[in-house]
């Protein structure tokens, strides 16, 4: 048996210092973050592999936007598979309106006649869904490939982000970069419900089963296939299920808050995904037990300084 190696802290220990001591110990959510760490640089740094990044929660505002936009931009995703709501709240922030502290123990009544919205302790005013839309249907007007026919919700999300401006977008920084956004739950968002609005108007058509082809054709790429899934939900699943043709992903680490017991997939390890043909049987895996909002900022920032310096 090999012994659990003991943490050791001194002044001036870096972050990947840090990190690589708690992988050392081989043992807990101590060992499993400093593994995810070295599993997400063996991704970003090697050029073979595709990765598919997908989120779930309100990552954006809760304020992982500028990191996300970030690796997309440094070439290290390849694919994001998203909630609706994610790209939602990237686009208020794209048009100027912000996400605010708020409480847990808020007087979600007061909050109502306020017309503030409350997702946990952050707040979001109403009005910005309101700018939402007046925004969202002039884009709406300005997009040709709309009176062509039907097109996918990835061809219609990098549209809109071709015409954002703001630098820390996430819809803009994969327009700018040819990474495609996967939201196969669109619909199941606010902007989701405009286009419905739209749809009734003639000014939309959206095929979904045009984005199938768009992932599976990344899947059938990639000589190589790691996924970097923050959350659980139907990003989790679509990302990986993607990943049976061609016999599962070789990477993967999963954070989430979920728990296994009521078998939900949210919850579920990551070996349980190698009887589905998800993850590869000789594949490295990771499940990290916590708060994306709290280890992904943590495993990228070590995961950056292990790569500039090497």
């Known amino acids: 048996m090999d012994p659990v190696k003991q943490i050791r802290l001194y002044p001036g220990i870096s972050l990947r210092e840090l ?6 110990t081989g043992v807990l959510g101590a060992g499993r973050l400093g593994k995810s ?3 997400v640089v063996e991704m970003f740094k090697d050029p073979d592999c595709t990765v598919f990044l997908t989120l779930a929660g ?3 505002p809760a304020g992982l ?3 996300i936009s970030a690796l997309i931009k440094r070439g290290w995703v390849d694919v994001i598979v998203t909630t609706g709501a994610n790209m939602v709240h990237d686009m208020v922030e794209a048009i100027g309106h912000k996400h605010y502290k708020g409480s847990f123990y808020a007087e979600d009544e007061v909050l109502k006649r306020d017309e503030v919205g409350r997702i946990g302790d952050i707040y979001v005013e109403q009005k910005a869904f309101e700018d939402l839309e007046r925004w969202l249907h002039k884009i709406l007007d300005d997009i040709p490939e709309l009176k062509k026919g039907p097109i996918s919700i990835s061809k ?3 549209e809109i982000g071709r015409r954002i401006e703001d630098p820390d977008s996430i819809l803009k920084a994969a ?3 040819g990474v495609p956004i996967i939201s196969p739950g669109f619909l199941d968002s606010i902007v989701g419900f405009q286009l419905w609005i739209a749809w009734q108007d003639k000014k939309v058509q959206l095929d979904p089963f045009l984005d199938l082809t768009v992932i599976t054709d990344k899947v059938f790429e990639a000589k190589k296939s790691g996924i970097i899934i923050l959350g659980g939900g ?6 990986l299920f993607a990943n049976t043709f061609r016999d599962g992903v070789d990477l993967a680490v999963q954070i989430t808050m979920d728990r296994p017991e009521p ?3 949210s919850g579920a390890p990551l070996e349980e995904a190698i009887s589905w043909g998800k993850l590869k049987p000789e594949g490295k895996a990771v499940t990290l037990i916590c708060d994306a909002v709290i280890a992904f900022p943590i495993i990228i920032a070590a995961a950056m300084e292990a790569i500039n310096e090497g």
């Not at 990190?19 to 050392?24: G, K, N, V, W």
């Not at 139907?234 to 990302?239: R, T």
């Open 19 to 24: 990190l690589s001591e708690m992988r050392e």
């Open 65 to 67: 936007r500028v990191i």
């Open 58 to 60: 309100p990552l954006v």
């Open 175 to 177: 327009a700018d970069n």
């Open 156 to 158: 219609l999300l990098e």
């Open 37 to 39: 760490v070295d599993l």
């Open 263 to 265: 078998g939900g997939l």
């Open 234 to 239: 139907y990003p989790k699943h679509f990302g």
